[in-house]
């Protein structure tokens, strides 16, 4: 292994997750690499929008893949970024470019390239926001659709795109030499940058460690954070086969034993909220059954819910519901 290996290792796998993001007009080749601090934008950071993931049921959370420890790993969604940097209280490093940029090509051969790269990648999060179509792709079918896979950062090319019409409009505001790293904290604000095509790996790699310093606090690396998910998903899911109750017991035991991190737990929170309004929807149906004048219904839905969700609050609330149909029963 390589002494910047070692390095990398050693001082960024608890790191966080960088975003990249977006084109602006490049300056000569011959400016210098920039590793700047740089304030918030004036405009904030992008607004979530219908269908994002923030909005979607967290129980429906994704495990993402397992990748070789060799290729770095990409993604075109700031939002996911974002989901992902506040549970691993890392950086997200948005990599602003296009293929019409001399620098972004010498920086992908010279920085992206080393094998050394790929560790950065698996400490922080590194978002493609990558305009142009004249690059290496090929034609994917994906759920019975064509679709155009860009062999760069291996994603689909119009979600690079999509991500870098989305950061140029919000971290570009003058003139940078691409490529332009920004690297945003978990919530998305912009705490540092990285430009131009004479940068080196270390510049990266230097310029995370200070942006972790800012975010404070440990971070899980990509391979820890999808060994939890693996777990959570497999807690999640036997949910129905073992009861609500129990598995939200389960959450908190595996909270108490293995997640130290912040993001981590409120994650855990959130989807033992998610599982109890399961059950809070349960009761509301039972409710309707009740009113529509079906008690014998409503008894039974809410005797199951009790079962479920053993333990806990909803269970609770289901027998003050099951009392009052009882009193309802009676002359």
Not at 180 to 193: F, N, S, V, Y
Request: aromatic residues 6%; neutral net charge; contains cysteine.
């Amino acid at each position: 292994m390589s002494t910047l290996s070692s390095l990398l290792i050693a001082s960024l796998l608890p790191l966080g997750a960088l975003v990249s993001t977006a084109l602006g007009g490049e300056l000569p080749n011959s400016g210098v690499p920039v590793a700047a601090a740089a304030s918030p934008t004036a405009s904030g950071t992008p607004g979530r929008v219908a269908g994002t993931s923030g909005q979607r049921n967290a129980l429906g959370f994704e495990v993402p893949p397992e990748r070789a420890p060799s290729k770095p790993r990409w993604i075109a969604d700031y939002f996911d970024a974002v989901d992902e940097a506040r549970r691993r209280h890392c950086a997200i490093v948005m990599m602003i470019s296009s293929d019409a940029s001399e620098g972004f090509k010498t920086v992908s051969n010279q920085v992206y390239s080393e094998p050394d790269f790929s560790a950065l990648t698996d400490a922080a999060i590194f978002v493609a926001a990558f305009d142009g179509e004249d690059h290496a792709c090929k034609e994917k079918k994906i759920d019975g659709e064509k679709v155009l896979w860009c062999e760069i950062f291996d994603l689909p090319c119009k979600h690079h795109r999509a991500a870098h019409k989305r950061a140029y409009s919000v971290f570009v505001k003058k003139a940078f030499q691409n490529p332009l790293h920004a690297i945003l904290d978990p919530d998305g604000t912009e705490i540092a940058r990285v430009q131009g095509h004479q940068i080196k790996l270390d510049d990266l790699s230097l310029a995370l460690r200070e942006a972790q310093k800012k975010i404070e606090g440990p971070a899980l690396g990509y391979a820890e954070y999808r060994e939890h998910l693996l777990a959570l998903r497999e807690m999640v899911d036997l949910r129905q086969k073992k009861g609500w109750g129990r598995q939200i017991k389960e959450l908190h035991k595996y909270t108490a034993k293995s997640l130290q991190n912040e993001g981590m737990q409120d994650f855990v929170a959130e989807l033992e909220r998610a599982m109890l309004r399961e059950g809070r929807d349960r009761l509301r149906n039972a409710e309707v059954q009740l009113d529509a004048g079906d008690a014998k219904a409503a008894r039974k839905e809410v005797s199951a819910v009790i079962r479920d969700f053993r333990d806990t609050e909803v269970a609770t609330e289901a027998r003050a519901l099951k009392k009052k149909i009882e009193d309802a029963r009676r002359p």
